[in-house]
């Protein structure tokens, strides 16, 4: 970085046939926000420095184009346009009820869907959505059929009736210790004061789910809805079935794809590994392996499409109109040729990470991954806790995060796992080749790392020294790999 204004600098320097449209735009939004705040603009440069420093390897995080960011820094976010496009609780909507027309057409379009909702700001928010939508068309539609059906018009002992009715509703899905999310009954989550909720797991011997088992639990629950999808599981599920079992049971079956919609909407997770065709609402994120800005999205059967289009004023207040502008930017690249390839790229990096580390002699649960994520049991491997590998990954050049794993015993802040994932580094153009090297990186410095012991003579399960020379060598490892693969090649500074 030189000067005091970096736009100004760059456009000095540069001959007008080499400047770039990404480095003029990332100066120029980054001048107006230093103009205000330079220490945010401060942080917004390291955090680029940061991310070009460090290997990615957090499941759950890409790098989204500069398309979709600029989509989203911008003065759509100035404008409110609660209801759903052509019914508008405000003025002036035009553009927002194009855009969102238009993202939700695209995201139809992308995952064959009957309907598609792109107001949830977030996949948690993606999940009330949905939760309120099914209780309002399984629980509470047919109760005001029955009390004469404006809501509006109840006396306080009709509503309240609805009301114990809602919350008494059971959901069955996967226990967050298995890989389940926090929105899907986790305790302390609003899903778990919404819904009795009955969680699935994970078999011991195998890590693996098994339908049957899940099933025989179904018919004892009859649950409302049950719920598949995952943070943590590494494994295909088979929607088909899935969708056999709650037709069994009357349950709505419900898919968080938040983790693997990419992977959905490239087309590498097809046949029964596509929820879409399954399931009758299917949640997610926008920011993961689908590579778009940060958000949430519903996909449903149109049976369900008048009560999704209520998430405002049912939990959602206005609608971010430049993140919606972002996700139509998303789902269009995500239609592309490139994005196929891309999804492809991600399971078969994965694949070739779990089989270096398991080369290598570590514990990767379940043996493998068919998706774009793999936990590795450090603590059965190197004698460390997940903290302990996250802090030294990480002081070696590595960003990634600790991970509960299936009955762990070391609870879940310091855990026994770490979870890798492929999207961000398949983002930047690795393939198998490099993940061997990635590989050798992350367990030259597990190997070398180990837990401090206390004055009393246990183990931490916090402190830890790694050998001084593996850390600095890790580093000039990973430099020279991502020298190779740069983030943002577009953005100089
Ligand atoms: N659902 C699943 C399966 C997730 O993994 C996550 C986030 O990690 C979410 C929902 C929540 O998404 P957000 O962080 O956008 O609220």
Known sequence: MTGKNQLLDYLQKTPQDQLNAGTIAFLANLEKVKEVSPSI?????????????????IASENFASLSVQGAMGNL?????AEGYPYNRFYAGCENVDKIEDEAANLAKELFGAEHAYVQPHSGADANVVAFLAILAAKVQKPMLDDMGDDINKLTREQFNKIRQAYGNQRLMALDLYSGGHLT?????????IMFDVHSYHVEKDTMLLDLDKLHKQAKEVKPLILLAGYSAYSRHINFAKMREIADDVGAVLMVDMAHFAGLVAGGTFKGDYNPVPFAHVVTTTTHKTLRGPRGGLILCKNEFKEFMEKGCPQFLGGPLPHVMAAKAIAFREALSDDFKTYTNNIIKNA????????????????????????LVDVAATYGLTGRQGESALRAGGVTLNRNSLPFDTNGPWYTSGLRMGTPAITTLGMGTTEMLEIADIVHNILKNTKPTTTASGAKSRAKFETTPAVATESKERVKALLAKFPLYPEIEV
Not at 42 to 53: A, H, Y
């Open 76 to 80: 759509l976010t100035d404008k409110y």
């Open 351 to 374: 694949q070739a990470l779990a089989a270096a580390f398991m080369e290598k002699g570590a514990k990767v649960v379940t043996g493998g991954t068919d998706n774009h994520l793999l």
């Open 41 to 57: 603009g401060e942080s917004i440069v390291k955090e680029l420095l940061d991310q070009r420093s460090h290997l990615k390897l």
């Open 184 to 192: 899907h009954g986790y305790r302390l989550n609003v899903s778990a």
